[in-house]
């Protein structure tokens, strides 16, 4: 069997056999060892009292509020190929989803549960793409593949101020060799309000090594009335400093769309899942680019922004003062340089 073949992302891959061995952890087998799952007892209060163990006992968690609970703790080498999680809106930007690979103590991935499957603003919304789907009602799903070689620990970490019930998960994996060659998957989240000064949010900076980047998702919320999408996404690469070596032509246009959008869409590398303005509120906005076929490949470094610009009457750019907040996905070697400081609760809500 070829080492590449869980690389393999096409259907003529599936009649091959693999020594690779399959598992999947969940509420109802915490460890994902074989053989374990469905082991609960059901109490005279849970819904399976009448029939007993094996009948969906333990189908989710509750996760008590100010803690930190661990979702996965994997022994390597292996890959994991798929996370379906479900829960309460009230946690998609309340809770804080970490991946850490291969024993470090920072983690690789950091990011608010929802932003992470796209579903920005603390908002439901569906999302139909390659690597990211969330399926009615709030059925979230991962499929950008995650290798490890000695350890892959994840965790959910519930910053409110009350417990969150019903969070319920499933992230299945493949026991398999590495390739010496794979890197790991980062993700990280920021937000910021960009100035009439300096009208730009920063998407990514300071990564160190080598990889590709792999996507972005814009939570998008619109401050000011007119057209917001006419700035350009710059990506910095392996020592550039004033001058990118890639740089688009219009924020509609990196999410390889045109002419302001006119309308909401999902497709399988990019979409435009969200625009919402109800009575009350400013108009927000969800994006999502998967450069699954077109990764961006660096050697040394990597910094990636987005300006935010519309019209002034004049037909000059007018520099907006938006909230912005991002998700990057990328994959490099280890070990990873710090990332910023994450924002807590209160720096999080947008509703």
């Known amino acids: ?110 990011v608010p549960l929802g932003d992470f499957f796209c579903n920005g603003h603390g908002l439901r919304y569906n999302v139909v793409s390659i690597p990211v789907a969330v399926n009615p009602s709030g059925g979230f799903n991962c499929y950008f593949p995650m290798p490890f070689r000695q350890r892959a620990l994840i965790t959910i970490e519930n910053q409110r101020w009350e417990k969150i019930d019903g969070f319920f998960y499933q992230i299945t994996y493949a026991l398999t060799d590495v390739p010496d060659h794979a890197a790991y998957l980062h993700a990280q989240w920021r937000r910021s309000m960009t100035t009439r000064e300096q009208p730009e949010h920063v998407i990514l900076d300071g990564v160190r090594g080598q990889g590709h980047y792999v996507g972005t998702f814009l939570a998008w919320t619109q401050l000011s009335n007119g057209w917001w999408g006419e700035g350009e996404i710059k990506f910095f690469m392996d020592g550039d400093t004033e001058h990118p070596t890639i740089c688009g032509t219009g924020t509609e246009d990196y999410f390889c769309g045109a002419w302001g959008f006119g309308e909401t869409f999902n497709a399988p590398f990019t979409g435009y899942p969200l625009w919402r303005r109800e009575p009350g509120e400013v108009p927000r906005h969800a994006l999502y680019r998967w450069h699954i076929l077109d990764p961006i490949r660096f050697k040394q470094s990597l910094k990636v922004t987005i300006q935010a610009l519309g019209w002034w009457p004049n037909g000059k750019f007018q520099p907006l003062t938006d909230d912005i907040a991002s998700v990057a996905y990328w994959y490099q070697t280890e070990p990873h340089a710090p990332f910023p400081s994450f924002p807590p609760l209160h720096e999080r809500w947008s509703r």
Not at 50 to 57: A, C, Q, S, T
Not at 73 to 86: A, L, N, S
């Open 1 to 110: 069997m070829n080492e590449l073949s869980w690389l393999t992302l096409g259907l003529g891959g599936l009649p091959l056999l693999s020594e690779a061995e399959t598992r999947s952890i969940s509420a109802e087998n915490p460890t994902g060892e074989r053989g374990g799952g469905a082991k609960a007892e059901p109490d005279a209060g849970n819904p399976a009292s009448m029939l007993g163990k094996g009948w969906k006992v333990r189908p989710c968690i509750t996760l008590a509020a100010g803690t930190t609970t661990t979702l996965a703790d994997i022994q390597g080498p292996g890959v994991i190929q798929h996370i379906w999680i479900t829960v309460d809106v009230r946690a998609y930007r309340d809770t804080v989803l970490r991946m850490y690979w291969d024993g470090e103590s920072a983690p690789s991935v950091e």
